[in-house]
């Protein structure tokens, strides 16, 4: 599966992005989605992942309540929607797809998109 990832930017702190990511192949559907992000300095963290049928969801404590990740897997893509964006949110968002379905463990997630800028100012 290849991914696109799109939609960063720059917004002010507590603005709001949607990120969305574009799956090539007719597994989509089989795959759980994930999104990561890497801060300057830092390395990659896991933010969000969302189950083959889109049934659970899983979010990392500091973007609970803030982010929403959604799939279609009609159309092949993921989205994630942040509100009350953060100087701290600043970084490369990556979408990634782990094959198992599951989406629980971020090491499984094995096919990575490009990465999309997001800076938040203060």
């Known amino acids: 599966v290849q991914l696109q990832a799109s939609g960063g930017g720059l917004v002010q702190a507590g603005g709001s992005l949607r990120l969305s990511c574009a799956a090539s192949g007719r597994t989509f559907s089989t795959y759980a989605m994930g999104w990561f992000r890497q801060a300057p300095g830092k390395e990659r963290e896991f933010v969000v992942a969302i189950r083959s049928s889109g049934s659970s969801t899983y979010y990392t404590d500091s973007v609970k309540g803030r982010f929403t990740i959604s799939r279609d897997n009609a159309k092949n893509m993921v989205y994630l929607q942040m509100n009350s964006l953060k100087p701290e949110d600043t970084a490369v968002y990556y979408c990634?797809?782990?094959?198992?379905?599951?989406?629980?463990?971020?090491?499984?997630?094995?096919?990575w998109g490009q990465g999309t800028q997001v800076t938040v100012s203060s």
């Open positions: 990634a797809a782990d094959p198992s379905g599951w989406g629980r463990s971020p090491q499984h997630f094995a096919y």
